[in-house]
């Protein structure tokens, strides 16, 4: 039985972004460079980059060391380049778990504690709302 054909996936895809796994650094920073708006929301958003959700985005940034607020236009290509690379190392290891790991070494497995700590500085975590989402940080770590 097939669900939708050529047509319909193409209506579906029409606008995504290229998949975030795929992305080379060069087109990345391509991508980013110049964006309007926060580094978190441009990198949510599909039609740049399809295939990165809240708790990703927020994994990847904590990974890289980038506050989610920064606006992406100010980002100089040597954070660029952290940026990529932690996105790298975090899907792949999300995608062989099937998920975002709720490891503790990860932000992610610390952002739903009662009173959330950083697990790499012990700081406690900050949480806003960005692009309408629930973003989770750590001000010392993430400048």
């Known amino acids: 039985m097939q669900l939708a054909d050529d047509a ?3 209506r579906i895809l029409d606008g995504l ?4 796994q795929a992305v080379s650094r060069e087109e990345f920073l ?3 460079s110049g964006r309007r708006g926060a580094v978190k ?3 949510m958003d599909q ?3 399809a295939g990165l959700g809240n708790l990703l985005c927020d994994e990847i940034l904590w ?3 980038v ?3 920064n606006a992406a236009r100010n980002l100089d ?3 660029l380049r952290r940026i990529h690379a932690a996105m790298g190392r975090v899907l792949k290891t999300s995608v062989r778990d099937g998920r975002v790991p709720p490891r503790r070494s990860w932000l992610t497995g610390c952002r739903d504690d009662n009173e959330p700590q950083c697990p790499r500085c012990g700081d406690p975590l900050r949480s806003s709302r960005s692009a309408g989402r629930r973003t989770v940080w750590c001000p010392r770590c993430q400048t």
Request: hydrophobic share 45%; charged share 30%.
């Open 67 to 69: 506050a989610p607020r």
């Open 17 to 20: 972004g290229p998949d975030a």
């Open 30 to 32: 391509e991508l980013l």
């Open 41 to 43: 929301s441009a990198l």
């Open 8 to 10: 319909a996936v193409d």
């Open 47 to 49: 039609s740049v980059i």
């Open 77 to 79: 290509e040597k954070t």
């Open 63 to 65: 990974r890289a060391r």
